[in-house]
């Protein structure tokens, strides 16, 4: 469990990243909600990564 969570920011960055791809070759891109999931997985693997990240440091 403690690797899974170690690695949860970069899971929900990937994760944010395949869904912008996919919306891209499906061209789905007019839909905000879909973007819109991605921009805030995106953001919340960052800040997951930062936090998980500092944890360990210290």
Aim: charged share 10%; aromatic share 10%; net charge positive.
């Amino acid at each position: 469990m403690n690797n899974f969570s170690k690695n949860l920011g970069i899971f929900l960055i990937v994760l944010g990243t395949v869904v912008l791809v996919l919306s891209y070759v499906c061209n789905w891109l007019d839909y905000n909600w879909l973007n819109g999931t991605a921009l805030l997985a995106i953001v919340a693997g960052i800040i997951v990564h930062i936090v998980m990240n500092k944890k360990i440091q210290d």
